[in-house]
Each structure stands twice: as C-alpha cells, then as structure tokens.
C-alpha cells in the first residue's frame, strides 16, 4: 500500500471534467511539492504537473493540479479520448528522505 | 534532442547481480540529478534512486543496502548496479532526468524507454 493514497479508478465522458485525487501527509505532500504523471500503458510516464501546478511546456492547459494542506488533486477538463491512461501523484518525503509515488488512477474514458 | 538509453537489463537468478546503465545525450548530463524508477508487471511505479549533479545519493527503503547508483559524466552515463536480487525485483527499470531546478523534488522531465530486469530461477 502506497504511503500517498490515490483512488484506483476514475472514468468520464468526452467533455466531462474529471478530478483524481491524492492523500498523503505532513512529511510529504503537505511540506513538498506534488508532481503528476500521465503514463499510457506501454510507455515510459510523462511528466504533466510539477510544483502542484505548473505544466511543462507542451502539455494543454486542459490539465491542472491544485493542493491543500495534505492532499493534491488533478483535474482534467473538456475530456478527449486520448486521455485514457494511468495517472500518478509523486513528492518527496522528508521522513524516508526519498521521492515516493501514489499507487496510481486508471482513467477511463467511456 | 534530449535521449536516455537504458541498458543491461535480462534474466537473473534469485541472489543474482545485474548492471544497469543508462546512456544520456542532448543535454548537459553533469548538472542534472538522474533517477532510477521502476515499475513491476501490472504494477504502479516505484522510486528507486537517485543521484544528484553533486553526487549525494537516496535510495528507496526496498533496495537499500542491495543496489549501488553511480554517474560517470566523462560519459554521460548512469548506472545501477543490482546485488543479492529478489523475485520482488523484477520490472522495467526507467532512468529519469529531474528538473534542473530541483534538488529532491520527483519532478522528472525525461525517461528512457526502460529495460526490463527478470529475476527468476
């Protein structure tokens, strides 16, 4: 079990907003940035937010993260098809002294 | 065009050692922390270590004591070396590069297409 804590599975429809979310603690999340990836199976992961809420050049600003205290959220708006994938929330842990990852969302695209 | 090739993966046995390297080109491979993540058959992703632009190293509690990271930037490459390996151990293996601007944050900009490391008897 993962020490960030993100719902296994999400779905939308084309056009829907969807929100997956991240849980964790003060020694991670709430004292370090959070960093999302997308990963299409197959494929290496793609870096989609760092520091809660910024986006690498390239990546749409259909993609957004916010954070609040101990918990961060990734939102996908105006959903399109190609966004089926497995998305990971990742920060740094003070306690262990290393990066950990959530056990991942799949998302669904129905 | 910034690339990271990954190498050294295949069989081994459980007890078995394995060197990974990862090749990188199209960057200044010195002033970047590199990471090694990976990710076992169906399974979420996994940090696994990490090497800074001024060598200070982390490890995942998981591999502590077994796996050893090292750079050599005369040729812009990273390795991993794999001792005293468990079944729990097999998986793709990723080297990643971090944001220039960070010094521990897990915000990895580039991967390699991975190699994949069986451990088996």
């Known amino acids: 079990q993962s020490v960030l804590t993100q719902t296994p599975s999400a779905s939308g429809t084309p056009g829907q907003r969807v929100t997956i979310s991240c849980s964790g603690s003060?020694?991670?999340?709430?004292?370090?940035?959070v960093n999302w990836y997308q990963q299409v199976p197959g494929t290496a992961p793609r870096l989609l937010i760092y520091?809660?809420?910024q986006r690498p050049s390239g990546v749409p600003d259909r993609f957004s993260g916010s954070k609040s205290g101990a918990s961060a959220s990734l939102a996908i708006s105006w959903l399109q098809s190609e966004d089926e994938a497995d998305y990971y929330c990742?920060?740094?842990?003070?306690?262990?002294?290393?990066?950990?990852f959530g056990g991942g969302t799949k998302l669904t695209v129905l | 065009e910034v690339q990271l090739v990954e190498s050294g993966g295949g069989l081994v046995k459980p007890g078995g050692s394995l060197r990974l390297s990862c090749a990188a080109s199209g960057f200044t491979f010195s002033s970047y922390s590199i990471n090694w993540v990976r990710q076992a058959p169906g399974k979420g992703l996994e940090w696994v270590s990490s090497?800074?632009?001024?060598?200070?190293?982390y490890y995942g509690e998981s591999v502590k004591g077994r796996f050893s990271i090292s750079r050599d930037n005369a040729k812009n490459s990273l390795y991993l070396q794999m001792d005293s390996l468990r079944a729990e151990d097999t998986a793709v293996y990723y080297c990643a590069r971090r944001r220039i601007e960070y010094t521990y944050a897990p915000a990895f900009d580039y991967w390699g297409q991975g190699t994949l490391v069986t451990v088996s008897s």
């Open positions: 520091n809660d809420n």
């Open positions: 090497i800074s632009a001024t060598n200070y190293i």
């Open positions: 003060s020694s991670n999340i709430g004292g370090n940035t």
């Open positions: 990742a920060a740094w842990d003070d306690s262990l002294n290393g990066s950990l």
